[in-house]
């Protein structure tokens, strides 16, 4: 081993101690910590190896492409979540979503991803040190994982090697190869969405741990994928060329499709849209209609014969209202659906109100409800 390589090696073998330390004796590298941690391991490489700069020839196409594949995802988890519900976010943009998640993770994925790739270049393809890096990075992605982690039994050492291990190996193995071919600002990009849609987005799918962990686990196995082919074809300029102007519409419609249907599912914005699993408004509207609901509070101007859009036992329900009574300055709505005899029997208090049905969209909400009964099952 070279003299710049052995002192690569103890540097990575410095930095893997104190991260096992924080993984088997005590977590003192979390959240904002873990950020400086990585800011003055940063800072100390330059000092004693100096940085590379990430000049690659297909980083442009490489940056796109993971945008596109990344877009991709969240609009068929979105999608997926209309099957089986949303959940708000607690933290959307909030100060305790900005101290403890927003910029530590930002903050972690920029430094790692930036110490990965000088680590990488200076390591000149030594395999030891790549392995030592693939470690090291790994253990940063698990290390608070480990320590906090329940390892009583057979059961849970499992669900941690699958909720965390195996997302951590295919995410690291992805890094190591897209930053050694293409630099780091994809892998930051990459880093960055993933982890902040949660906090940044006002709702996300209300999807099982094995669902997330399993999309962790295979979204970096296709990125490595289009990686390994846009390197492969990194002199064929003709492809180059017509894989930009694909590249660049596909990223375009998919932002836009990812936003409508955030916009329409999350509840947060005026407007927002909501498919109908019942025939309690026939022939009004239909089982599998879309109905357009309009976020409002001006309660007095409510009107008898309006269509109300309500929260009950965790239900949104599109019930007619029927009438409605003012009680020291808080209204009570009464509702019926059209096709229903009797009214229902409870009352409708303002905070269960989402709004007042607008418009109707006959029939495309059907492949919701079926997909929701099919879940059910």
């Known amino acids: 081993m070279k003299k710049g390589e052995f002192r690569l090696f103890i540097y990575g073998l410095l ?85 403890n998640y927003l910029i530590p993770i930002t903050l972690n994925v920029i430094f790692k991803e930036i110490l990965r790739f000088n680590y990488l270049v200076k390591s000149d393809n030594n395999k030891k040190l790549i392995v030592l890096c693939f470690l090291i990075f790994s253990f940063i992605d698990l290390s608070n994982s480990i320590f906090y982690g329940n390892f009583s039994d057979i059961v849970h050492i499992f669900k941690f090697f699958a909720l965390s291990i195996l997302p951590t190996i295919t995410y690291n193995i992805y890094a190591i190869y897209a930053n050694k071919n293409a630099g780091y600002k994809s892998v930051i990009i990459y880093g960055v969405i993933i982890g902040l849609y949660a906090y940044i987005i006002p709702i996300v799918p209300n999807a099982d741990e094995y669902v997330t962990s399993l999309i962790r686990f295979l979204l970096p196995v296709v990125l490595l994928y289009r990686i390994y082919n846009t390197v492969k074809n990194e002199n064929d300029e003709k492809i180059e060329r017509e894989y930009n102007k694909k590249d660049y519409i596909s990223l375009i419609v998919c932002t836009f499709i990812v936003c409508v249907l955030v916009y329409f599912s999350s509840g947060y914005f005026k407007y927002h849209a909501i498919a109908i699993a019942t025939g309690s408004m026939s022939p009004n509207i ?92």
């Open 286 to 377: 239909e089982r599998g209609d879309v109905v357009i609901v309009k976020k409002r509070n001006d309660y007095e101007n409510f009107k008898v014969g309006e269509v109300l859009a309500y929260e009950y036992h965790n239900i949104i329900v599109i019930h007619r209202i029927s009438k409605m009574v003012k009680v020291d300055d808080e209204y009570y709505f009464y509702t019926k659906g059209d096709a229903n005899i009797e009214e229902d029997n409870y009352i409708i208090k303002q905070d269960m109100i989402e709004g007042t049905v607008g418009t109707r969209i006959p029939y495309i909400g059907m492949p919701t409800v079926w997909l929701n009964e099919m879940w059910e099952e």
């Open 15 to 99: 930095l893997l101690l104190v991260l096992l330390l924080n993984s088997f004796v005590v977590s003192f590298l979390t959240g904002i910590y873990m950020s400086l941690f990585l800011g003055v391991m940063l800072i100390i490489f330059k000092v004693i190896f100096g940085f590379e700069k990430s000049n690659y020839r297909v980083t442009k196409e490489i940056v796109l492409d993971t945008l596109i594949v990344v877009l991709v995802f969240l609009l068929a988890f979105y999608l997926f979540g209309l099957i089986i519900g949303f959940a708000k976010t607690g933290n959307f943009f909030t100060g305790v979503g900005l101290i």
